[in-house]
Every structure is written in C-alpha cells, then in structure tokens.
C-alpha cells in the first residue's frame, strides 16, 4: 500500500468524533486507506447485495451486530443508516464507526439532518505526486497514466483501466440518478467537459454542443463535481478590481481520465497535443488542491483573469498571504512566464516572494520577482 498523506488528518477526526466519513471518487484508494489504519475494526461492504439487503430491510438489526462500531464501506448505498447512527453514537460515546462513499449526491445533506456535530468529514483524491516514488517517469508520462493508485499497486495498463472506469461509473453511479435519463448523452457530455479543461465555464456552449438544456447541463456538472471527477475553480474578484471575469473554470481530478476521453493513446501524443498546456495546468491545480484536502482545508483556491484577458492561473489563500502561481507546459524558461505576475503583483501589492512559476523543465531559481519551480518540486510546495 502506498502510504497516503491524508493518514494523520483523518486519525486526528477519529480522535474527536464518533463518526468519520471518508469521501472521494471510486479507485481513490479510500477502502484501503481505512481498513489499513482502523484493522480493529470489522469491515462490511455495503455493495454487496446480503449485506445492503439486510442493512436496508432492518437498519437497527444490521446495526446491533456492530457494538463496538465498524468500517461501512459505499454506505450511500444505504443513506438511512444515518438516522440510526445518530442515536448509536449518542448513547455511547466510546463507539466508533468510519464510512466511506463514492457519491455525494445525498450524503452531505443527509449527514447535516443527522449527524451534524458528530461526523468529521475528509475527501481522498487519487495520489499526490509526493506520494508516489515513481521518479523515472517523465511529466507526459504522469499526465497520461493519472494517479489512481491501482495504476500503480496492480500495474494495470491505461488502457483497460480508464474505459473499464467510466463504465463502471455511468452504469453503477449516473443509473440511479432521477435526473439523468440517457446515459449515452450523458457519456458524450462528460467528453464534451474533458475538451474544456482549464478553460472559463460557458455553459450555454457546453448545453448547446451536448444537445441539452442550459439547467440540465447545470444539473450534470453537479453530478461529475458531486462524485468527485470535476473540479470547478472560482474566480477571485475581491476589491482592486472590478471588471472581472464571474465564471469558474472547469478541471478533472485526474488527468490519466481525461487523456482517455479526449483520445489520448500514449504518453507521447501529449506534447504536441491541443490540450497539452491545459493538462499540465490541471495537474498542477489538482496537486495543490489534493495536498490541501489531505490537511483538512477545502477552500481558499482561486483563479484571477480581468476583462482584458490577463491572467493568474492560481491563487492560493492561506490566512493573510496570497501566493501567486502562473503554470507553464514550456520546458524552457523565458521571463515572459512572470509577466503576468508581475502585473498583478503591482496591482495588488503583493510582494515577488509571493509569486511563482511552476513549469514543466526541472530548474529551480529564485529571481527578484519571484520564484520558478519545476514540476516535480511541487509535493512540498503548497
């Protein structure tokens, strides 16, 4: 098992709460990750049917079996065990139950009704490049592979990985939703999202080219965000000026994914791909999103463009200091990549040392206007 940096976050929930609930996409690495750090634990599986029958038929039986508290693994399978749990948790405070859950379709909403105050919740994305010790693979390499851990664990090829994972996804997730009907629009949908990575959100062209409505496209990217494949960054729009973009920029949480919806067959396509510079961009803003939830932090990420098109690719709020972080496929260095920086750093008066570049060549250097990072420096960077 590749060791997860999130370990010490979600020991530290089990600690002070009688309920932990470990969300993520599936093949995140989450049932692994808990059955290894609570082996005291007995383990049940809520997608197997005798289990999910029985849990469903007579939660409070189901339950008794579990005095000491248990692993429930796919609980959204069964969301009304939550009701139950309130009143186990409340009557003994030594009990101690660990969920997980591929969709946060309902979960969220049903853990505020019943078990606001004694659920600590944290969300495991797939591997951080600081997590992983394969140092001889190249940045195209990493893009097109993505960091599900089995890729990694169990050596299965990409190419029976990722369409074995999105079927299994539109079948066992996008079915059980009322408001997706037609699974293949909805397949073509999820393509349609992977050739706008890194671009500003129009969802009238995104509803137009998948042939749907402007609220039923609204209502699908809740779907892919709310099961944990896309990632919406907000515009930063505080103060200094106004004339600003308002729209979120669409990101996958994995690029291996997305490389498989947009074609992609090998790791060497990439560098001369139309999307090359917004795979390396995704994965940037990804890492520093996954390092940040593996603390406990899920905000506090932005993206700045004003209304003449000058751009900061991310901002990353942490208390008082905003750093500044433009992103680059490039290999080789030019000043031009801080001339945005430089520009917003006036305008903001934030001072160089708050400014960086992440590229895709392997120098570091610090310069008086701000620092220039490789991309495989960045797993202790944010």
């Not at 433009?326 to 290999?331: C, S, T, V, Y």
């Amino acid at each position: 098992m590749i060791a997860r940096k999130i370990e010490s976050h979600i020991r530290a929930l089990f600690k002070h709460f009688p309920v932990v609930f470990v969300t993520g996409p599936r093949q995140s690495g989450k049932t692994t990750l808990v059955r290894a750090l609570f082996k005291h634990l007995p383990y049940v599986l809520l997608e197997t049917p005798e289990s999910r029958q029985l849990a469903r038929e007579d939660p409070k039986a189901f339950l008794a079996n579990y005095p000491s508290g248990a692993i429930l693994d796919e609980v959204q399978n069964v969301p009304d065990l939550f009701s139950y749990l309130q009143g186990i948790v409340d009557d003994n405070r030594d009990v101690r139950f660990v969920l997980t859950g591929s969709q946060n379709f309902l979960l969220n909403e049903r853990i505020s009704q019943s078990l606001a105050g004694r659920a600590g919740i944290c969300s495991l994305l797939p591997l951080t490049i600081g997590e992983l010790k394969h140092g001889n693979l190249t940045v195209e390499e990493y893009l097109f592979k993505g960091f599900y851990p089995e890729l990694y664990n169990r050596s299965i090829p990409e190419e029976l990985f990722y369409p074995s994972y999105i079927q299994t996804y539109l079948e066992r997730d996008v079915r059980t939703l009322k408001n997706v009907g037609d699974i293949a629009q909805f397949s073509l949908f999820l393509k349609l999202c992977a050739g706008r990575i890194g671009q500003v959100l129009n969802l009238s062209s995104l509803a137009n080219d998948a042939g749907v409505s402007v609220n039923t496209a609204k209502g699908w990217l809740s779907v892919l965000e709310a099961s944990y494949l896309v990632y919406r960054l907000q515009p930063h729009y505080k103060n200094f000026n106004k004339r600003l973009i308002k729209s979120p920029k669409l990101y996958f949480t994995d690029t291996g994914l997305v490389c498989n919806l947009l074609g992609i067959r090998k790791a060497d396509e990439i560098r001369n791909h139309f999307a090359v510079g917004h795979l390396f961009e995704n994965f940037v803003i990804m890492e520093c999103y996954k390092q940040r939830l593996n603390k406990g932090i899920r905000d506090g990420l932005y993206y700045w463009k004003d209304n003449k098109g000058t751009e900061i690719d991310l901002l990353v709020e942490n208390g008082a200091d905003t750093l500044a972080v433009e992103i680059k496929a490039g290999k080789t260095f030019t000043p031009d990549f801080f001339k945005n920086l430089r520009y917003w750093s006036d305008l903001s008066n934030v001072s160089g040392k708050n400014c960086k570049v992440v590229y895709g060549g392997e120098s570091v250097q610090t310069l008086p206007y701000g620092e220039l990072r490789s991309w495989n420096t960045i797993s202790d960077f944010f």
